[in-house]
């Protein structure tokens, strides 16, 4: 779930689809190969569908529903990995005011709040260039935020670790696992060295991106 182009480029709509004059971003373009991965608007059927990982990437604000699905389903032993951005840079040349937009900021307090984390902007200049060292993956990316613990305010059955400087959160919550990443300019590819335009593993984001996966697909493989 996301407010990003990635699925259809920016400002894609029902003719450029069908027409074929739209197509993905080249990060959603590598998870189609490699992930069996679906976009959605709603978590509604979320229970029902049961999949191995569920990724919110800067998504538009969710209805208090589809908050409590989530919370509910990572509870009964789920896998979240989300993206948000409390500042983003991500250019677009669509109006202020359209909806094809991204979102500026994260809208995901409520569910943070609940498991007891804050999503803070980091700096006052959302454009700045940030360089970036985590794990094996090095990138570059444009005015990250940071995670910080709430005292008191998690509910019994979370816990979360933060690491990188604050930049990720790993949480147990119930029976199941949520990892938080407090950016998202980090899949715009326009931030990648350009020979990962065509070949997006060269990028270090996506095997960032790659490597939080695995972490969640290796505890499955071990029965976690």
Request: negative net charge; contains cysteine.
């Amino acid at each position: 779930m996301t407010s990003l182009p990635l699925v259809w480029g920016e400002g894609a709509s029902m003719k450029t689809v069908l027409s074929g004059g739209s197509e993905p971003a080249p990060v959603y373009r590598y998870w189609q190969g490699q992930y069996d991965i679906a976009a959605v608007d709603s978590l509604e059927n979320l229970a029902r569908e049961n999949p191995d990982i569920v990724m919110l990437a800067q998504p538009r604000a969710m209805d208090p529903a589809d908050l409590t699905d989530l919370d509910t389903w990572v509870r009964a032993g789920g896998a979240v990995i989300i993206l948000t951005d409390p500042d983003l840079a991500w250019p677009s040349e669509l109006p202020l005011g359209d909806p094809r937009r991204p979102l500026v900021t994260g809208f995901l307090s409520p569910l943070l709040g609940y498991w007891g984390l804050e999503l803070v902007a980091v700096g006052e200049d959302k454009a700045e260039i940030v360089d970036l060292q985590i794990g094996d993956s090095s990138f570059v990316t444009q005015g990250i935020g940071k995670l910080e613990l709430i005292s008191g305010k998690a509910q019994p059955d979370v816990r979360c670790k933060l690491s990188a400087a604050d930049f990720i959160a790993r949480c147990s919550i119930g029976q199941g696992r949520a990892t938080i990443v407090a950016d998202a300019d980090l899949l715009n590819a326009a931030l990648w060295p350009e020979s990962a335009t065509l070949s997006p593993q060269k990028s270090g984001a996506v095997r960032f991106v790659d490597s939080l996966m695995a972490e969640y697909v290796g505890d499955r493989d071990a029965g976690k």
